[in-house]
């Protein structure tokens, strides 16, 4: 079946430093990733977009420049948060999208990494 | 916007009692969205607990079932008989781009199964 592993699970980070948080499609092309956060007592929003060979696609209030996204193959993305705030903390989910067809409308979740800014 | 909006908060049920936690939802991107429901067990991610495609019809899987039902733009979620390992936080969701995997959740429903 299609796996996605993603780490670190929790980091903790002080204010003003960057993080990188990697997903890893296991089993399956991830043609397409999503990035999500969960702040606290919030649902989850998206950050971005991503479709390899393709321009990476963020959400209002979110940019590249805050968000840098990798995504350099079928199997592997990467997130960095740069300049860690409070209110950038929360569980971080990657959802990797399984190929084309129907499969193609399911996305596979990471188990997330959870960020702590100090 | 695209919107869900669900049963707010925590809910508690006793063991093989019945569950229903609502979903509505809004969309104004796409004139019938695909519907999922997703869990979250402690301590790990979003997993995929069912999802339908079609407006009329119903998923299930694990003994909970939805029904997509376009004319109330609803996709309640049901079980009948609720078990402990059952504990966890689920999420109604839409996608609303038929170009992407774009989801659009709800709050979350944490659901508290008590002996």
Redesign the interface.
């Known amino acids: 079946g299609a796996l ?1 592993y ?1 780490y670190p699970r929790r980091t903790i980070c002080k204010s003003g430093t960057s993080m990188r948080m990697e997903c890893q499609a296991v089993g399956f092309q991830a043609t ?1 990733v ?1 990035w ?1 956060r969960q702040s606290p007592q ?3 929003e ?1 950050i971005a ?1 991503s ?1 390899v060979n393709s321009a990476i696609k963020y959400e209002q209030n979110f940019t590249q420049e805050k968000f840098p996204i990798s995504h350099p193959n079928l199997s592997f993305s990467s997130m960095t948060v740069l300049n860690a705030y409070l209110e950038d903390r929360g569980l971080y ?1 990657c ?1 990797a ?1 399984v190929g084309g067809g ?1 499969a ?9 990494t959870r960020l702590t800014v100090l | 916007g695209d919107s869900v909006t669900q049963t707010e908060g925590q809910v508690t049920v006793s063991e093989s009692k019945s569950l229903i936690i609502n979903c509505t939802y809004s969309a104004t991107s796409i004139a019938y969205p695909n519907l999922f429901w997703y869990v979250r067990y402690p301590g790990e991610g979003l997993q995929l607990l069912l999802k339908v495609i079609t407006a009329g019809q119903k998923g299930s899987s694990r003994g909970f079932e939805a029904t997509y039902n376009k004319e109330t733009t609803s996709f309640h979620l049901q079980k009948a008989s609720v078990q402990e390992s059952d504990s966890a936080v689920y999420y109604c969701a839409l996608r609303s781009s038929s170009s992407f995997s774009k989801l659009v959740f709800g709050q979350g429903t944490s659901l508290s199964v008590v002996p």
Not at chain 1, 104 to 112: I, K, N, P, Q, V
């Open positions: 996605v993603q397409s999503a999500y919030k649902t989850f998206l977009l479709t989910l959802g999208r129907r193609a409308e399911t996305l596979y979740f990471g188990s997330g």
